[in-house]
């Protein structure tokens, strides 16, 4: 899949309201994100693909002047046949220098 049939798939996902985040796993980590800034970056974020896992990817998102960004990894996965969006984990990261990266 190439990532604008990706972002296509997890707007409408997003959109159904069909994502798993695991609170749990993030929250023991000690990653500070709410489920807003989660739906923010897997909304307007820019993707990539992860270097290793094959059907992974990153999403990342920030605004300026924020010092930090989030990033989110995850999958587009299926249950019983309807698809859904499984957040692996989520945390802040610092903010690149420069201007915001545009959407891919």
């Not at 409408?12 to 796993?25: N, Q």
């Not at 990539?48 to 924020?66: C, I, K, M, N, Q």
Request: aromatic share 10%.
């Amino acid at each position: 899949m190439d990532l604008g049939e990706l972002r296509k798939n997890v707007l409408a996902l997003l959109e159904w309201g069909r994502v798993d985040i695991p609170w749990d796993h993030i929250l023991a980590e000690g990653h500070e994100v709410s489920d807003e800034e989660i739906q923010a970056t897997l909304g307007r974020g820019t993707y990539e693909f992860h270097e290793v896992v094959d059907g992974r990817y990153l999403a990342t998102y920030w605004e300026r002047p924020s010092p930090v960004a989030i990033l989110v990894l995850f999958e587009l996965r299926e249950l019983e046949g309807a698809g859904y969006i499984q957040v692996i984990t989520a945390f802040h990261i610092r903010a690149p220098r420069g201007r915001p990266r545009r959407r891919r």
